[in-house]
């Protein structure tokens, strides 16, 4: 009888690892929230950067944003891929 219920807290507990993977939302958020800076970097004035001596940050951070949102999606698909062999 404790062999079954050994057995059926084995089956459902954490030695199948975690169901829920938060690499992909967050992935997918920075990722967004990247081309959406870095296009609003691209269509606004150049005055607007007077402040920041010349430099379009949102251009910048919109790109970093994208590389690390893509960087969290590599991570999450690559570990798919392990997974499933």
Known sequence: MNEKIEMK???TGMG?????DLKLPIGWLLSAYGVL???YGLVT??????????????VVWGALMLAIGAGFLLAAFLKKDKAGR
């Not at 150049?46 to 920041?52: R, T, V």
């Open 37 to 39: 800076l870095g296009i």
């Open 45 to 58: 004035k150049k005055e607007m950067y007077a402040k920041s001596l010349g430099f379009n940050l949102n």
């Open 9 to 11: 807290d084995q089956e």
């Open 16 to 20: 199948q690892g975690h169901v829920l």
